[in-house]
């Protein structure tokens, strides 16, 4: 099994930046994939960006050039660098895990935490 928390969530100006996190803890063995994704109240939850446990990485249009997804495996933590945020980036995000590929639909993924909140301000 594979516990996943993530902070870092706040209020933030648009055009600012924000860092959120998400530690992973458990017994389950070997390296998963991760993946962000965001949701809004009345919406599906829709991929931001999935990283390997070899470094691959993959985003979604409204991310690339402004996200960066990243993670250290010493400490089971991943991270999600957004800068030049914009006020349709509020959303709750959320760290996903799972297995043999990364993959943009949240279905798949076996491993959720309970989200942070991200409130981008015009």
């Known amino acids: 099994q594979v516990q996943l928390v993530e902070s870092g969530g706040g209020l933030v100006q648009a055009g600012g930046s924000l860092r959120v996190s998400c530690v992973g803890s458990?017994?389950?063995?070997?390296?998963?994939?991760m993946s962000w994704f965001r949701q809004v109240p009345g919406k599906e939850r829709v991929f931001v960006a999935g990283?390997?446990?070899?470094?691959?990485?993959v985003y979604s249009d409204s991310a690339k050039g402004r996200f960066t997804i990243s993670r250290d495996n010493a400490k089971r933590t991943v991270y999600l660098q957004m800068n030049s945020l914009k006020p349709e980036d509020t959303a709750v995000y959320s760290c996903?895990?799972?297995?043999?590929?990364?993959?943009?639909?949240?279905?798949?993924?076996?491993?959720w935490g309970q989200g942070t909140q991200v409130t981008v301000s015009s």
């Open positions: 990283i390997s446990g070899g470094g691959i990485t």
């Open positions: 996903a895990a799972r297995r043999l590929g990364i993959i943009t639909r949240p279905d798949p993924y076996e491993f």
């Open positions: 458990g017994s389950a063995s070997g390296i998963y994939v």
